[in-house]
């Protein structure tokens, strides 16, 4: 089995700052990559950014500059640090992770795992 939670979230002003963990546990062989997704009210669920096992990473062009992604594999742990909040940042975000799991025979697969969510909302 297979856990991933999400910590971290709150309400903050304009132009603070939030730092959002998501830590993986349970039966994992490894992770390949990880990432943080985000849903407004009304609105379909978008990346925001995301880091491979090497550290390549990637973001949305709304976030970059503001946001920065990055994980401890030690930990099998994913951060997101979120500057310079916007009230347009104001969402459930959500972590995921490609997992590394080990079958009957001694083979690996890959599984999409997702935490239950964190709410960020940005308010004055």
């Known amino acids: 089995q297979v856990h991933v939670v999400e910590s971290g979230g709150g309400l903050v002003q304009p132009g603070g700052s939030l730092r959002l963990s998501c830590a993986a546990s349970g039966s994992i062989s490894g992770i390949n990559a990880m990432g943080w997704y985000r849903q407004a009210p009304g609105k379909q669920r978008e990346l925001v950014a995301r880091i491979t096992s090497g550290g390549s990473t990637n973001y949305a062009d709304s976030v970059k500059g503001r946001f920065t992604i990055s994980r401890d594999n030690a930990k099998n742990t994913v951060y997101l640090q979120m500057n310079s909040l916007k009230p347009e940042d104001t969402a459930v975000y959500y972590c995921?992770?490609?997992?590394?799991?080990?079958?009957?025979?001694?083979?690996?697969?890959?599984?999409?795992?997702w935490g239950q969510g964190t709410q960020v909302t940005v308010s004055s």
């Open positions: 995921n992770a490609d997992i590394l799991r080990l079958n009957y025979d001694g083979s690996l697969y890959v599984q999409g795992y």
